[in-house]
């Protein structure tokens, strides 16, 4: 009934999303009707005229892109993966192209590929494609029990590594993975079962009738956040910024034959492969090549959205936009030597896919207009844009509604117009010579792999790269002054539309700048919020309790009381999911309460034998990082949110012990020595209130101070206390002297626990009703005050 009910809503939000893009193209065609016929800026000179013409370019060819992409995504088709037999699953060869990555990044792929799942494992076959002939991947390979493969040369770059490796394998199908990514378990059951179906099919059909499926392009996802969601604290709030490509656009290029082969995470025909020659080796970006003359043989690609993957996302901006410049200098360039406008191979639907492709490296250009046409106005005096206040609300308000709102439905809100120009904004000064060169045919000959290592401390570090955004911060800063001028002057609100394109502009830059400002990275490995059962082991009791998250490096767990567990000693813990089980040595770090419960922080000291498994655990999954967009309240909320994270210092805590609040009322005793009969007697002193307990020291409110004291807990403990000092709260700090005596053994400690336990959530509660009651009263205060002024008033 559940399923049945998200499969209605689906379909009421599918036919939301046709509806608000249908009346996008409306808006849409009115817009540009009335921008081409009544807003540039004749007579006003040459400058005016040239802006203006370039602005409505842009403008035109942006939305012919989106047009493109909203078209597919109005009307995507599933394909639901189908059952075939098991006996007929075929051989795989798995290429893990390689040439400057480190031994244990290669090692986390390597073994996330052995663990993959198949009806006969031996027809699975990997290789470590090495294209930099180095004796440590060798090694690695030995090691692991898989193929390796090397070449004198490094022609051809990846393209000549990989149909190196085509030469030395024979498997019908090939898996090219990059050197991060990590598959899942299930990756090859979720894919292969498309190119079976497909040969099921085929039997008897005459050659022309056939289905040939060339390849299946599933998503790169991330297991780290990328730049924009880590530089921008936003890897809470916002997905991957290449989500909406690899989840949206290339699911729904399908219906065109159009899915862009993006090298990685990528099932492939070997008959394919054969009828194109191989790997194409003439561009940088071999893969979107690679992929168009797949198409243009007439195979079929298929595009899906289920992660079945995840890798490292680039680590530093100059990597970055290193990365970006290769994508955008390869994909102009093989558009060029593909000829796609004029190949009688592709359908007019994959020539306008392309276009939008090719089209999209562009950007630079666009974001650039974009910023300084108002700038242009409100700075310098230059008409761009003729128009009135009305006119705007009419025909460019609707338009730019509808495209945000079908936008962000037909994306399944991966995606939003206010992200898509930070985005672009970010990148555009850094991609405009190189977009500029490889336009006129000036081509880049080689290119570095993308550092994958680990996330990089630029904080501070790249003032040079501030510099264009600051020029252009100041700019639209002068332009905002003298558009409030004018409309005080004039007394006419006129100017309002370039002061809210200026505003929009300046938060973008805004944002850009704290993006390049980066960010300081406190963690050593990216941790993964996971529920897993788990056992904490220390000598003296076997603890059950449940993982909050993990990381290559350390463990957290949750257990239901505060128990003790010694910060300098090691620890055994137990991890089990439902396919694997990791045993490891651990040391406690840190330990906090969370609400009733108890976060028990750990290093993780020793794998034992489990690495392999443990792994497995990190990175057998859907990466945690956001699906969708979380929250999206706002420009201002943004620059809040960066301010004061940018403005706070990180608060370290060290506490290694549970602090347990009490709050609660004891019989204290005064340990008197009898000199006579040689041993010690309890003198009573009355009630005292133990307010907070770690096992090895706690707070007494008392007005006397005492050397020794000791507390009875219950008839069966007692906890002796020494004084070391007096706390700034006035509370007094001993030193419990018999830590030891009550923590091992099992039956004591079990029950001081469940009395600490008890009377920690007593406290809580009352707590949090003196909390309630407060604020209830501030309530009533400010009521009371605000009834009197209105007395007075």
């Known amino acids: 009934m559940k399923k049945r009910g998200n499969i209605f809503l689906n379909g009421i939000s599918v036919w939301k999303g046709k509806i608000w893009f249908f009346l996008n193209m409306i808006c849409t065609v009115l817009y540009l009707v009335w921008r081409v016929f009544f807003t540039i800026p004749f007579g006003y000179g040459t400058v005016s005229v040239v802006a203006g013409i370039l602005l409505l370019v842009v403008e035109v ?175 809470d709030r916002i997905p991957n910024e290449q989500d909406y490509f690899y989840k949206d656009i290339q699911v729904a290029r399908t219906k065109s034959n159009s899915v862009i082969y993006g090298g990685s995470n990528t099932i492939l025909s070997r008959e394919a492969l054969e009828d194109i020659g191989g790997f194409y080796t003439e561009a940088i970006t071999e893969d979107f090549a690679t992929g168009i003359l797949i198409q243009k043989k007439g195979y079929v690609s298929l595009g899906i959205g289920e992660p079945l993957a995840s890798g490292m996302s680039a680590t530093d901006l100059q990597s970055l936009i290193q990365q970006r410049v290769r994508w955008a200098r390869g994909v102009i360039a093989t558009g060029r030597k593909m000829h796609i406008y004029t190949s009688n191979d592709l ?145 006419s609100f006129g100017p309002i539309v370039v002061l809210f394109w200026l505003v929009n502009n300046l938060f973008l830059l805004v944002m850009s700048l704290f993006f390049v400002d980066g960010r300081v990275p406190y963690r050593k490995s990216e941790r993964v919020a996971v529920k897993m059962k788990s056992e904490i082991d220390n000598g003296v009791l076997k603890l059950e309790g449940v993982t909050r998250d993990i990381s290559e490096t350390g463990i957290s767990i949750i257990l239901s ?76 909320e943004d620059l809040k949110l960066n301010t004061k994270k940018r403005l706070n210092s990180p608060f370290y805590q060290k506490r290694q012990y549970p602090r347990i609040l009490l709050d609660v009322m004891v019989d204290g005793c005064l340990p008197v020595k009898d000199e006579e009969k040689e041993n010690t007697k309890m003198q009573q002193i009355g009630k005292v209130r133990l307010h907070d307990f770690n096992y090895c020291y706690v707070s007494i409110e008392s007005e006397k101070q005492y050397r020794n004291l000791v507390l009875r807990i219950t008839k069966n403990i007692t906890i002796h206390c020494k004084y070391e000092t007096k706390l700034g709260t006035g509370q007094k700090l001993y030193r419990v002297t018999n830590c030891d005596e009550l923590v091992s053994d099992a039956k004591l400690t079990e029950q001081l626990v469940e009395w600490l336990t008890r009377v920690n959530r007593d406290a809580g509660n009352r707590q949090k009703q003196h909390e309630k009651i407060r604020v209830m009263e501030a309530k009533a205060e400010k009521k009371k005050k605000e009834f009197n002024e209105g007395d007075l008033v």
């Open 61 to 235: 060819l942006g939305m012919a892109e989106a047009l493109v992409h909203y078209a597919n995504m109005s009307s995507v088709k599933g394909y639901p993966l189908p059952e075939v037999p098991e006996e007929l699953y075929p051989d795989v060869d798995v290429f893990i192209a390689t040439y400057s990555e480190d031994c244990e990044l290669l090692y986390k792929t390597i073994n996330g590929c052995k663990y993959m799942e198949y009806p006969d494992k031996s027809k699975v076959h990997i290789y470590l494609c090495d294209d930099n002939r180095r004796p440590e991947m060798r090694e690695l390979a030995a090691k692991m029990g898989v193929n390796y493969l090397d070449r004198p040369d490094n022609k051809g770059a990846k393209a000549g590594n990989l149909n190196h490796a085509l030469e030395h394998s024979n498997s019908p199908y090939i898996l090219t993975l990059d050197a991060d990514m990590i598959p899942k378990s299930d990756f090859l059951m979720k894919t292969i079962p498309y190119f079976v179906d497909c040969e099921i099919r085929n039997k008897g059909r005459k050659e022309e009738d056939k289905i040939k499926l060339g390849f299946l392009q599933s998503p790169q996802c991330f297991y780290n956040p990328d730049l924009f969601q880590f530089n921008l604290f936003s890897e």
């Open 347 to 491: 359908s007019f639907a994959q020539k306008m896919n392309y276009w939008a492709s090719i089209w999209y490296w562009y950007a630079p250009f666009k974001r650039l207009i974009y910023i300084m046409s108002p700038i242009l106005y409100a700075t310098f005096g230059f008409m761009v844009f003729k128009c009135t206040l009305p006119q705007v609300l009419l025909f460019w308000l609707p338009m730019y509604v509808t495209s945000n709102i079908s936008l962000r439905m037909l994306s399944q809100n991966i995606r939003t117009t206010k992200w898509t120009s930070i985005y672009e904004t970010t990148l555009f000064p850094f991609m405009l010579l190189p977009v500029l060169l490889e336009s006129f045919g000036v081509s880049l000959k080689k290119f570095k792999v993308t550092d994958k290592s680990a996330q990089q401390n630029q904080k501070g570090k790249n003032v040079i790269y501030t510099i264009p955004f600051l020029i252009l911060i100041i700019l639209s800063v002068i332009g905002i002054i003298n558009c409030i001028r004018i409309m005080f002057d004039s007394g």
């Open 561 to 636: 009381k505060p128990y003790y567990l010694e910060a300098e000693s090691q620890v055994d813990v137990t991890l089990r999911s439902e396919k694997y089980v990791a045993r490891l040595k651990a040391q406690i770090v840190f330990v906090s309460q969370q609400g009733e419960n108890w976060n028990y922080s750990m290093k993780i000291l020793d794998y034992t034998d489990s690495y392999n498994e443990y792994l497995q655990m990190l990175y057998d999954r859907i990466p945690i990082l956001p699906q969708e967009i979380k929250k999206d309240s706002g420009s201002f």
